[in-house]
């Protein structure tokens, strides 16, 4: 089956013809992109990628997973950003729920902590606390190889691995992946004789899932690689198609734009599954950076149903209408449990006996949405059949394509990201860092 893309409950807020009006726009976008004539084409890379991808990488990639898999207790993923997320939203969505407290003969691989993605004394001691005595392997991801977080937390990380194993062994026990020839993490993983991994030139870090960014950490996790870009692949054929009527990523592209035209300026991407709660901090990074410039730009934010029906649902039922949601709808399920009728019915729920667990998510879905639109927020639904490598890997590609799209039609663009230097000019001055390094 297929991840479809469901928005009649977007049809009561805008019109037809609206959509209409954008076919000729979204050709001309799709030839832009495809031709690679339009802003930020040097970084197109992705688009390609599922089929296109480096196989000799890829084959690699898996050896050194598994080479992970047998000599690490725990692996430690170091990276920020698109060097961060992708591969933590993967790994928590496809893996079980309380991963590393599985026993270790029943998990599928080593603890995997992700690290480098603040600067907290507190998280980074509190890290190497719980991972002390263990076997250790590290992944350091930083595509220009230079990013302080990261940089910093490695430099700490650099010294334990070399204190326990001695420089030749730690050399052995960390991968970088990084700029092919590039930047300091280069120069560093030569001399110490990390086995590297490439971010190619026109991928951009939050692009960068479906490379060996994400699929190093993915496949340590035993997720089946293969199938993830199989995912992709189909993803790539499916929505490579130019017209409006036929491509739901450009059908979801044009309805965020037509909606944040009407003032629905925040997109909360809503999920009902626990294990997607990173998927959505992927999703606010490809977004929030692809689109967030200019003065312009959706703002994205992620719930998680119904956990926070108890929190934020009261704003988006009732506050102000400035937001249209776009949930996850998962359509299967594992591990079902199926409630039982008890004697006396003191919590007065006997009368769903016979019921699943699952049963009363998707009814608490399906009420959900029918306040929601009716309080004023549109709802789209993407319907994923199932939590597997394969969908996460065609959501991915989904996604990317509809955040190009999108940033497209909203006038920006959306592979660039000079906002974020801002905050790092400001820190290097209070840091006192040497001018030109
Ligand atoms: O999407 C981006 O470009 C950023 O979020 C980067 O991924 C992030 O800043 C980390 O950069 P780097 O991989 O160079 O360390």
Not at 320 to 344: A, C, P, Q, W, Y
Request: glycine share 10%; proline share 3%.
């Amino acid at each position: 089956r297929d991840i479809t893309l469901d928005y009649s409950n977007v049809l009561d807020f805008i019109s037809q013809l609206e959509m209409a009006r954008l076919e000729e726009t979204v050709n001309l976008y799709h030839r832009m992109l495809h031709n690679g004539t339009g802003a930020g084409s040097d970084f197109l890379g992705w688009l390609d990628l599922p089929n296109s991808y480096d196989q000799e990488e890829f084959e690699r990639v898996k050896a050194a997973a598994e080479d992970i898999r047998k000599k690490a207790g725990v692996f430690l993923v170091v990276g920020i950003g698109g060097s961060y997320l992708g591969a933590r939203a993967a790994i928590e969505m496809l893996g079980h729920c309380f991963y590393n407290e599985v026993p270790g003969d029943k998990r599928r691989g080593p603890k995997i902590y992700f690290v480098g993605q603040n600067v907290s004394s507190l998280y980074i001691n509190s890290l190497l606390e719980v991972i002390e005595g263990q076997d250790i392997c590290v992944n350091v991801i930083s595509k220009s190889g230079t990013t302080t977080e990261p940089a910093l937390v490695f430099r700490i990380l650099k010294e334990y691995m070399d204190n326990k194993y001695g420089r030749v062994e730690a050399g052995k026990r960390i991968y970088a992946t990084t700029d092919k020839s590039k930047g300091a993490l280069r120069l560093l993983s030569e001399q110490e004789g990390y086995e590297t991994f490439v971010v190619p030139d026109n991928i951009g870090g939050r692009y960068s899932v479906l490379t060996s960014v994400g699929l190093l950490p993915m496949a340590v996790a035993g997720i089946d690689l293969n199938e993830v870009m199989r995912g992709a692949q189909v993803a790539a054929k499916d929505l490579g198609v130019s017209s409006l009527n036929d491509n739901m990523c450009y059908q979801y592209a044009a309805l965020r734009n037509i909606l944040y035209d009407k003032g629905k300026t925040i997109e909360v991407l809503v999920n009902y599954e626990s294990s997607l709660f990173y998927l959505g901090e992927w999703f606010k990074q490809l977004f929030g950076e692809s689109e967030g410039k200019d003065g312009k730009g959706i703002f994205p934010a992620s719930l998680n149903f119904t956990t926070d029906l108890h929190s934020m649902g009261q704003y988006i039922q009732d506050g102000r209408r400035n937001l249209f949601e776009t949930v996850i709808n998962i359509e299967s399920s594992h591990n079902d449990i199926v409630i039982k009728k008890i004697k006396g019915d003191m919590d007065g729920l006997n009368y769903l006996e016979g019921k699943t667990i699952s049963f009363v998510n998707k009814k608490a879905m399906e009420g959900t949405i029918a306040a929601h639109v009716e309080g004023g927020v549109p709802n789209l639904i993407i319907n994923v059949p199932d939590i597997a490598a394969y969908y996460f890997g065609y959501l991915v590609y989904f996604f990317e394509k509809a955040c190009a799209m999108s940033g497209y039609l909203l006038g920006v663009n959306p592979f660039n990201q000079p906002g974020v230097e801002a905050y790092k000019k400001n820190m290097f001055k209070l840091l006192g860092k040497p001018k030109g390094e």
